[in-house]
């Protein structure tokens, strides 16, 4: 027998090395897996960064070698027009002393013919001559330039351009082995996924961030631009659930245009689908996408209250309301979270229900609480984040409590809100008893 139980305990044992050895072995074949990604990632970005060196540099040669050429055939220009301007004027006086050295000459033949000619002729001739060089003005000769007041062309080379040059092609592009901004995190959120990023490097000075997206399926689309300014997260919406996007950040530094190299890209999806105004609802217009809604008929014996499409709201998530316009503010006006999106009524005012007025009135199960939030305004956002804290007994059955956090402006409001029943997920919804109103949530 005892025999028997130190083999059970040794097989007892053996089965947990065995199993010891295969976790151990997946953990190593993870790590390995992890480094191959590593050196992926290494070898892929290095491929990357030597074909963006080589073909910048291929058109900066390029382009460098255009503007040189082209600097050339305006210099020549210039020579050539100096050269044809200077030449002309000696041209014109070179045709002159041409003609005035053609007509000596036949003054000469003709003073020589009538020095041979004979006594009969003679006087004649000589006549005749004699006019003739008065004619001509032998005592009038046409001015040279001097070879100072003559353009003398000449080319002058600065050779500190070189100096300039090989200065500024040596402080030219910069290789960095990490860049200075990395995402940190990726949230899902309803419809969209909230990315979060951090500067890893303490002496780049951020003036602005760039986040883009793109598809992971699509190896072939390029990267659009979410988010330009100084915050450091950004919620994406709009992106089909269940469907992997990748996202990526870069920053530009203090004083410069130029955007740094891009973070690494990070996976992100969301498995919550957007969420949705109901449609139908008599006095509000929704958009294309059901996230926005328009308060467009006003009557001030009815206030009715336009719930979500389905109860899309869990706790653990943050709720928006942005107000995107505003009209005549009453007490009635409600913006909120239910238990139910079926009850009729004239405000989120009521029972199982937590709400905000536009007035910055809280309200829970329909009473008023002492706390206040400030005045909604244009571009205002109201956020509801909810959790669970325990079930309480109430009433030989189960209910429960949740934290309740109301955000306004710069001020919050906490409390908690005890319910009967357990619900999985709310309904939201709004009420506006003035119209004008237009509020998006996501």
Known sequence: MKEKLEVDLLLQEAKESIEAAQNYRSELQQRLHGLNQARKQVRG??????????????????ATARLLTERLDALLAEVDAIEADSIKPLDDCQSVIEHGVGQADELLRDGEAALRCGLGEKEDKLGSFTKKALHIQLDSLPEVPALADVPSVSAQLDDSLLGL????????????????VQIEELQERPGGVLVRWCKVDEDFAAADYRLQYRRSS???????????GRDCEFLVLHLDPHTDFLFRVCARGEGRTEWSPWSVPQTGFTSLNAHEWRPGTDGYILSSRRNIALRN?????????LYSNAPS???????????TAVGLMDRLDSLGVCIDGDQQGATLQRDRAVCVSTNGAVFVNGKEMTNQLPAVTVGSSVTFDMELVHLIPHNNHDGFKLRVTIGSGNREVVFDWLLEHTADCLYFGCSFVHSGWKVLVF
């Open 45 to 62: 970005s290095s491929g990357q960064a030597r074909d963006a060196l080589r073909r910048h540099f291929t058109e900066l040669q390029a």
């Open 218 to 228: 699509s190896g072939g689309s390029q990267y659009e631009d979410a988010y330009i």
């Open 165 to 180: 040059l090989r200065e500024g092609v040596s402080r030219h592009g910069s290789v960095s082995s990490r860049p200075p």
């Open 297 to 305: 008929d006003s009557t001030h014996t009815r206030c009715p209250v």
């Open 313 to 323: 709201y869990y706790c653990g998530q943050t709720l928006t309301f942005k107000i």
